[in-house]
């Protein structure tokens, strides 16, 4: 499986907008990058995913690399509730997912 | 909108009992996954299913487990002989026929004594 890097834990403040990178340098061309967050005491939940151009929904932004051995999750405007585990996850659509650990999401009040 | 549930959502067995955990997936999704979390680790995949059949499955998924969709709308996971080791979070998933997009329940609390 396609390996993901990302940092063990970020901090933000409420209302700024957070950028959490992604490094997959051995991404293979049919992968596709999702992410997934875990809010404390839930099961994981679906954010986002893109193969090659940058991606937008309600949730968050996609900022996918041009050579696409790097992505950014984008949250436009950190509230206390986005604070999470948020999993950067390559694979095909009927894939398994395989989490990693992911970065814990700090929101400062 | 809908979701995916879990029952129950917290379950406690001696070791060595069987035990059932039992989900509801999305009606119209087709593609059926459980998963588990020990306390303060990584989710782990288990074991996908789709048409009636076990697509794939983890090595932790041993002779243990067993999945089965009995009626249609139920999705569950066996364990015949629970073991200490077993205590975790298990939460059930499902998704579209072609869709990107897992829809995980809020999980069901195991604990072995």
């Known amino acids: 499986d396609a390996k993901t890097t990302q940092p063990n834990s970020m901090e933000s403040n409420e209302e700024e907008p957070v950028h959490l990178p992604c490094n997959h340098s051995?991404?293979?061309?049919?992968?596709?990058i999702h992410w997934y967050r875990q809010l404390p005491s839930q099961g994981p939940e679906y954010v986002i995913h893109?193969?090659?151009s940058n991606v937008n929904n309600r949730m968050a932004s996609l900022a996918i690399a041009e050579d696409r051995k790097s992505s950014t999750l984008i949250l436009h405007r950190a509230t206390l509730r986005d604070a999470a585990v948020y999993y950067c996850?390559?694979?095909?659509?009927?894939?398994?997912?395989?989490f990693g650990k992911g970065t814990r999401l700090h929101i400062l009040p | 909108e809908p979701e995916v549930t879990q029952t129950p959502s917290h379950q406690v067995t001696q070791m060595g009992q069987e035990v059932i955990l039992r989900c509801v997936p999305i009606s119209n999704h087709l593609y059926f996954y459980w998963y588990r979390q020990i306390l303060g680790q990584k989710v782990e995949f288990l074991v996908s299913?789709?048409?009636?059949?076990?697509?794939?499955k983890s090595e932790i998924f041993d002779d243990q487990f067993s999945v089965e969709r009995p009626d249609g709308s139920n999705f569950t996971l066996k364990i015949r002989s629970t073991k200490l080791e077993d205590s975790a979070m298990y939460f059930c998933?499902?998704?579209?026929?072609?869709?990107?997009?897992?829809?995980f329940g809020p999980g069901t609390r195991l604990t072995v004594l």
């Open positions: 299913f789709y048409n009636n059949e076990i697509s794939e």
């Open positions: 051995t991404i293979s061309g049919t992968d596709y």
């Open positions: 996850i390559l694979g095909t659509s009927g894939d398994k997912i395989i």
């Open positions: 893109g193969l090659t």
């Open positions: 998933a499902s998704k579209l026929a072609g869709g990107y997009e897992q829809f």
